[in-house]
Structure formats: structure tokens, C-alpha cells
């Protein structure tokens, strides 16, 4: 078990590790949720330049699925910022919408599912670590990742399970730093929910779609 001086030598340790490229991609990733909260388009800027900074110090470190990932987010970040300036019905941007209680059971399980394959196939063929929990985080990050690009109001409920793990994931892997930082995110998704909740709402009352 961690003790106390061992944490905080951990934390000082990271702290020490983290590069002026690397900050700047945090700040930037931290500055995609305050702005995705807002419904900014600036939020997929920011997602941008984060993930490209992130995908060329995956690669520069040889770590080469982190730095597809990377890709997949840098591709989302293009394609969020069309759908919140030129989707929707009438081109004007999708509006807030919410998923039904049966649609989100059937993504679970079959985003937990294909995570269940992956992990399996992680664990047994490759050196990975923690392969069950790191397939599930990442399997469910990519599909929240399409419900923010189309408003789903519950996306800030599935990222705060997902960074949760997250912080276990990091914290046992020694990233003392990386864990803090997804404490905020935490924080950040629940008052982003409760942003959204209040936001579609008010759609609704002008009329505005509001079930998928």
C-alpha cells in the first residue's frame, strides 16, 4: 500500500516528468471540458491542438496504440466541430438531446462486451497491464466521445465512471500527477451535466427535440 511520503514523492516525481509540451496539452485538454460545458465550438479547437500535442509524445516515446487513439480523438475533434456548427435538421447545429434508458443499456453492454474481447486478447497475447480495465476505459472513452459530438446529455454521466477507473488505472501504474488531474475532470463532468440538464430543458420548452 502507498504511504503518504511515497504518494506525494510520486506526485513530486511527476511533476518533475512533465514537459512545457505536455503542460500546455493538459491545459488545453482541461480547457476543451470548461468549453464543451458551455457548448463553445472553441472546445474542439482546443480538443485539436491537445490531441496532437498528446499523439506526438505517444509516438516520440514509442507508445504507438496511445498515439492511434490519439488519431481517432483528432479525427472526432474535426468532426464535432461540423455537427455543432453545421448539423442538426436545418444546418444551425445538433441541439442538446437525450438517449433512452433502453439505448444506453444496449451501448453498455455491447461496449462492455467488445471491451471484454479486447482485454481478453490484450491479456493473453501481449505484455499489457491491467488489460480488462485499460480495454473497458478506452472502449467506453471512444464511444462517449461520439455522445459529446452529438450532445448526448448523459456523456458527462459515462465520464465520470470512466475517469473513476481512470484514477484507479494511474494511480497503480504510480501516475500520481495524471490521477489529480482527473479528480477536476470528475468535478468538471458533474457540473457539466448538471449544465446540460438545465440547458435541454430550456430547449425543451422552446420546442426543440429532445429524445434520440
Not at 464543451?36 to 498528446?54: E, H, K, N, P, Y
Not at 488519431?71 to 474535426?78: D, E, I, K, P, S
Amino acid at each position: 500500500m502507498t504511504t503518504l511520503s511515497e504518494f506525494i514523492g510520486n506526485v513530486w516525481a511527476d511533476a518533475h516528468a512533465l514537459t512545457g509540451w505536455e503542460a500546455v496539452a493538459v491545459a488545453l485538454a482541461v480547457a476543451y471540458l470548461w468549453l464543451a460545458m458551455r457548448q463553445s465550438l472553441w472546445c474542439w479547437v482546443a480538443a485539436a491542438i491537445s490531441t496532437i500535442i498528446f499523439t506526438a509524445l505517444f509516438w516520440h516515446v514509442s507508445l504507438l496504440m496511445e498515439s492511434a487513439l490519439n488519431l481517432f480523438y483528432l479525427a472526432m475533434a474535426g468532426y464535432g466541430f461540423w455537427q455543432w456548427r453545421f448539423g442538426g435538421g436545418e444546418g444551425e447545429g445538433v441541439p442538446l438531446i437525450r438517449w433512452s434508458r433502453q439505448r444506453h443499456l444496449w451501448i453498455i453492454a455491447s461496449t462492455a462486451s467488445v471491451a471484454l474481447a479486447l482485454g481478453f486478447v490484450m491479456d493473453t497475447y501481449t505484455q499489457a497491464d491491467l488489460a480488462y480495465l485499460d480495454a473497458q476505459t478506452t472502449c467506453f472513452a471512444i464511444v462517449t466521445t461520439y455522445m459529446v459530438v452529438n450532445k448526448v446529455v448523459e456523456n458527462w454521466l459515462y465520464w465520470i465512471v470512466i475517469n473513476s477507473a481512470s484514477i484507479y488505472l494511474y494511480l497503480q501504474k504510480g501516475f500520481a500527477l495524471s490521477s489529480g488531474l482527473y479528480v477536476l475532470y470528475i468535478g468538471m463532468a458533474v457540473v457539466g451535466y448538471l449544465k446540460w440538464q438545465k440547458l435541454h430543458q430550456q430547449q425543451r420548452m422552446m420546442g426543440a427535440p429532445s429524445l434520440a
